[in-house]
């Protein structure tokens, strides 16, 4: 019989599943919107609901349920699938997850966070498939990341690890959101991203971007940066490669320390970002150990707007084995 | 059968070796000079003939040998116990260390560079002993690192992992040896140390240094600075409290990177100086998440001048189990 996992992508406004198989395709999906403050129990009877009719379409296509994995945006105690609070959704603190939906669904669970789900699905799926020494980031309003180290995810004795977007590469940066300075996410997160070219267009820069804009229809965002470097903006294309400097500073720091195998860039301020990652390249290129770099790959995440839902799946997978 | 190990630390000047039991201690020991230039035979030559003689030594003491392990100054493939170069000894490129040792003493062997090997004596005998998730710093001329993850020495997949002093804290900071700028090393290691205080001292800070320097018997060293910081001296005390909040940022990185459970501050930049120790806690505390910050403890190394040559035992302890 042929296996497959259900996979559960807790977000902010909408609960993503679907029923996965052994080469990390969605053979079912499934999504309802996240329930609001005070909603978490219909949230759970709601998600149980649907985890059983995937289940039941499994079982009328003979495939087997390994588990359900859960994808979910906070920090999690990964051994007892506990999940502390969701800074971003009310109403989550101190919830025993996995025993909830184990006792809903009769399935074995397991919970991690959203961003180790991601490494995960990629490192079993994905741009790192076949690796198995993973660093994985998501470059979004923050800086996710996760881990593979030696062929599983590594969470640290007190599940805080892999915390990338709090290392800090100037101690004279930015304050960041963490109460350090300077850390990677106080350049690369969207909200410098978008004030940082704000501040130069201000001040006189050419770009493309400021005829855009004009237009009034399009607002100043990583996306539309992006299109500008795409299409020869001079502006635009320093911009990003000033980024991947950083970024690749920051990286190559990490390559001496970890010696991966492959960097997976992922999130949308990953996306055709052509000048981002050449600046990566060439940063870790000239910056981290010679056999380390060597030994590297940066390559775009594979997975998509699926990372979450087939990340969480891949934790059942994991734990399956 | 009591069980034992024989270490093997091979330095820039001598070679120590000793029979170490499995609580670490150091039964018989030895030493002769590392051979120069061209001597690379002549030493193995004497040191397999060393290592019989401590093999029969136990053997007279009904002591078992498990195996031979080695610490070695310069990068290694672990899994062949193959010897790439050492930086400060010529003669020893491309060398199969495990394999003549093991066809000249007929002991199992294993090979690994110094600072892994240290990292492993303070895990299973020193400071970090009990504890699966440890940093180990060795600071020195240059730093040196050592990383256990999961209870085992981690390498990387091309035995490049663990370069500790090769992160950039600062990209606008100090060239370093490596190629890239702001390394940690170049702000703790000796070299830069001295010449800071050397800098600072010249553009009339006052210190009871001057005071000392001046008799003409002593030279500034890190443990000169050290024991005028001792004194109460407050360009010393500064001077330490400064370095401690540069090294302690940096690992406040790795701690929300790694999540370890202690960290072993060692080498001779790291003795008696509590000045330096308070400032890097302080530093962890401020910088890294809370979670994991509460979670690791900066100890100072146990093992002294011993730790190459048990950590080099551990070695063989650790591929022995």
Chains 1, 2 share one sequence.
Not at 173 to 183: A, E, L, Q
Not at 217 to 243: N, Q, V, Y
């Amino acid at each position: 019989m042929n296996q497959t996992a259900i996979g559960v992508d807790i977000g902010g406004t909408s609960v993503k599943l679907g029923l996965v198989d052994r080469k990390g395709n969605i053979l079912v999906r499934d999504q309802f919107p996240t329930g609001r403050r005070g909603d978490r129990a219909r949230t759970l009877a709601e998600l149980a609901r649907r985890v059983r009719a995937l289940r039941a379409a499994a079982r009328s296509k003979k495939l087997k349920v390994l588990g359900l994995g859960v994808g979910a945006p906070g920090p999690i105690d990964v051994e007892r699938g506990f999940v502390y609070f969701f800074p971003n959704i009310p109403g989550w603190n101190n919830v025993r997850l996995r025993d909830e939906l184990k006792r809903r669904t009769g399935l074995v669970s397991y919970v991690d966070n959203d961003a180790n789900a991601m490494a995960l699905g990629e490192q079993m799926f994905g741009a790192a498939k076949g690796f198995g020494n993973v660093i994985a980031l998501t470059l979004g309003t923050g800086v996710g990341g996760g881990l593979v180290i030696d062929g599983r995810l590594f969470h640290g004795p007190t599940f805080s690890a892999a915390e990338l977007g709090h290392v800090a590469i100037d101690p004279n940066g930015p304050r960041c959101g963490c109460g350090s300075r300077g850390c990677i996410e106080t350049y690369v997160g969207n909200g410098y991203l978008v004030r940082e070219a704000r501040k130069r267009l201000d001040a006189g820069e050419k770009s493309v971007l400021k005829h855009w804009l004009a237009g009034g229809k399009e607002t100043l965002s990583p996306r539309l940066i992006g299109e500008a470097a795409l299409e020869g903006d001079r502006f635009a294309i320093r911009f990003w490669t000033e980024t991947g400097v950083r970024l690749g500073t920051f990286l190559a720091g990490l390559v001496n320390v970890l010696n991966p195998e492959r960097i997976v860039l992922g999130g949308g301020v990953a996306t055709e970002k052509p000048y981002l990652f050449a600046a990566v390249k060439a940063t870790i290129r000239e910056k981290a150990f010679p056999i380390a770099a060597k030994s590297v790959k940066v390559v775009p995440a594979k997975l998509g707007a699926d990372a979450g839902l087939i990340g969480a799946a891949s934790l059942a997978f994991a734990g399956a084995r």
